[in-house]
C-alpha cells in the first residue's frame, strides 16, 4: 500500500460522539486525500490537502473537517458522529497533481471501515 | 453533468478467458482517465493512465483503450487468473481538476 497506513481500521461508535481516523505516509508526497466509499456509489472525494495546513473542500466535506500539521500526517475528524457517515473511508496520496495539468498516480491506503450506531 | 457510468455492474468468467469492462464519462474539460483494480477489503491500485491523446495502453495482460470522440473507455483483462477476481473502478478527471469522478465499478469474479 505505498507506504500509506490509516488508524484505526475499524472502528464502532455511536452518534454524536466525536471521531478522528488518521493517515500517516512515509512517501514524502505533497497532496494527501480523503475520501468514502459507500455502496451504489463510487469513491466520493471529501477533503484533500496540497500542503501543511493547506486543505480545500471535496464533494462530500460536509460534517467533516480536516488538519494537516506535518507532512506525513492528515487526519480527518467527525465532529458529531451520525448514521449516514457510516462507510469504508480510504486516504490517498500523489506526489503532485492529479490532475489538469498532472498526471501523477494516486495511491491509496488500506482504508478504516467506520460504524455509527 | 459530470458522470462516469460503467457496465456491466457485475461479471463471471472462467479462468483462461477474455472480458472486457465498459466506461463511458462525461467531463469536462476532460483531463485523464484511469482504471483501477479494488481487491476485496484492500484500497484501489492503479493500472493505467490515458490522456486525451492516447489511445492504447497496457499493463500486463491487461488494456485500456480511449475513444475521446464517444467519450467511452474499455478495459480488456486476456487469459484471466482468479487473483483477477476484484472491482475494476474507471476514473475520470478533468483539467481544472476539480472533478475527479469516480464510477461504481464492474464487479469480476473469476471461477475455476
Known amino acids: 500500500d505505498a507506504g500509506i497506513t490509516q488508524s484505526p481500521r475499524h472502528k464502532v461508535t455511536e452518534t454524536g460522539t466525536p471521531v478522528t481516523l488518521r493517515c500517516h505516509q512515509t512517501?514524502?508526497?505533497?497532496?494527501m486525500y480523503w475520501y468514502r466509499q459507500d455502496p451504489g456509489h463510487g469513491l466520493r472525494l471529501i477533503h484533500y490537502s496540497y500542503g501543511v495546513k493547506d486543505t480545500d473542500k471535496g464533494e462530500v466535506s460536509d460534517g467533516y473537517s480536516v488538519s494537516r500539521s506535518k507532512t506525513e500526517d492528515f487526519l480527518l475528524t467527525l465532529e458529531s458522529a451520525t448514521s449516514s457517515q457510516t462507510s469504508v473511508y480510504f486516504c490517498a496520496i500523489s506526489e503532485g497533481e492529479i490532475a489538469g495539468a498532472g498526471y501523477n498516480e494516486q495511491f491509496f491506503g488500506p482504508g478504516t471501515r467506520l460504524t455509527v450506531l | 453533468k459530470n458522470q462516469v457510468e460503467q457496465s456491466p455492474q457485475s461479471l463471471i468468467i472462467l479462468e483462461g478467458k477474455n472480458c472486457t469492462l465498459q466506461c463511458n464519462y462525461t467531463v469536462s474539460p476532460f483531463s485523464n482517465l484511469r482504471w483501477y483494480k479494488q481487491d476485496t477489503g484492500r484500497g484501489p491500485v492503479s493500472l493505467t493512465i490515458?490522456?486525451?491523446?492516447?489511445n492504447t495502453k497496457s499493463n500486463g495482460r491487461y488494456t485500456a483503450t480511449l475513444d475521446a470522440d464517444t467519450k467511452q473507455s474499455s478495459l480488456h483483462i486476456t487469459a484471466s487468473q482468479l487473483s483477477d477476481s476484484a472491482s475494476y473502478i474507471c476514473?475520470?478527471?478533468?483539467?481544472?481538476?476539480?472533478?475527479?469522478?469516480f464510477g461504481k465499478g464492474t464487479t469480476l469474479s473469476v471461477s475455476s
Open positions: 512517501e514524502n508526497h505533497r497532496y
Open positions: 476514473v475520470a478527471y478533468n483539467q481544472a481538476g476539480t472533478a475527479l469522478i
Open positions: 490515458m490522456t486525451f491523446s492516447e
